[in-house]
């Protein structure tokens, strides 16, 4: 059975996507760790919590990270709600977050459990800290799923960046610089095919759970700002497009590894992924084959089985 490790700035498509994990029958979730994002970290870890609470998961919930390594907290309340959730007065959750900081609960599950999946849903904040003090746990991780970056369109915070490379660029560098077995589910995946339009929705909410009930309620200002931000009808869910290769590598359908550089520097492309898919760097991460490299690197997703992935949501809302 996979032992999943997710870390999450928890707002409303973050929350969808851990329901989906914890509601995997096939899949251990070891931890949430929450980091400043979407929301701040004290937001984001009540989410989490009550993400957990609403799927019935004894999951421990560790808060790490702030604020980015060097920069400013910029969140995201533009598009999911001052709570991350659309603003609709969930109650507190009845539980609290461990007492063990994020980060010291990432270095000891990288190496309590070998081989664990580690999946990021926010900025990567966390990640680069755990990394710093201990760089062979990207030895013991056997995947690392990151949804973040936009290889190969616009950005949804700039022209040029993603949300979740952007606020952190620096520690977005950091992680694409380790050896950590990347696979990188960019913004692109969750778009065209993969929104749920409306007779989608709708189908959703007719299951009839809480869960169902809650991802669509959730997601409600997120639903109202992808509209105003690309004038597209629907719910584009980024982060469980990344939970569902996750839980299912084969959801990807098109793969290739590349060198991923991130900009710091620039205030024009701040938080670029900067991928070379022609190779015309000539640079051994471009055309390398997954698992036989040693290098810096990632893989990249580039097309998507939007049609299972849309069954995987609807199985884990229908329960």
Excluded at 260 to 271: D, M
Aim: hydrophobic share 45%.
């Amino acid at each position: 059975m996979p032992d999943f490790l997710i870390d999450t700035d928890t707002a409303s498509d973050d929350a969808v996507a851990i329901i989906m994990a914890l509601s995997a029958r096939d899949v251990r979730v070891l931890a949430l760790t929450t980091v400043a994002g979407n929301v701040g970290v004290e937001q984001a870890t009540r989410n989490a919590l009550l993400t957990a609470e609403l799927c019935g998961a004894d999951v421990p919930v560790f808060a790490g990270a702030g604020a980015p390594l060097i920069r400013a907290h910029d969140h995201a309340h533009w598009f999911h709600g001052v709570d991350g959730l659309g603003d609709h007065g969930y109650p507190p959750p009845k539980r609290s977050a461990e007492r063990e900081h994020a980060v010291e609960a990432i270095l000891r599950l990288a190496h309590a459990e070998p081989g664990l999946t580690l999946v990021t849903l926010g900025p990567l904040t966390n990640i680069a800290l755990a990394l710093a003090r201990d760089p062979s746990i990207a030895e013991t991780i056997g995947r690392c799923v990151v949804m973040g970056g936009a290889p190969c369109c616009e950005g949804n915070v700039t022209p040029a960046a993603e949300y979740n490379i952007w606020v952190d660029p620096e520690a977005a560098r950091a992680v694409f610089r380790s050896k950590l077995p990347i696979e990188m589910v960019g913004w692109h995946v969750s778009r065209g095919a993969s929104v749920l339009d409306e007779a989608e929705i709708a189908a959703i909410e007719a299951l009839g759970t809480a869960k169902a009930h809650f991802a669509i309620r959730s997601n409600s200002r997120a639903r109202e700002a992808y509209h105003v931000q690309t004038g597209e009808t629907g719910l584009s869910l980024a982060d469980p497009t990344a939970m569902a290769i996750a839980l299912d590598r084969s959801v990807g359908l098109s793969w290739s590894r590349h060198r991923v550089a991130i900009e710091t520097q620039s205030e024009l492309t701040r938080g670029m992924t900067v991928v070379d898919r022609l190779n015309v760097s000539n640079d051994d991460n471009n055309r390398a084959v997954w698992a036989a490299q040693a290098g810096d690197g990632a893989e990249i997703v580039w097309t998507f089985d939007s049609g299972r992935f849309k069954a995987m949501l609807r199985a884990a809302l229908a329960v």
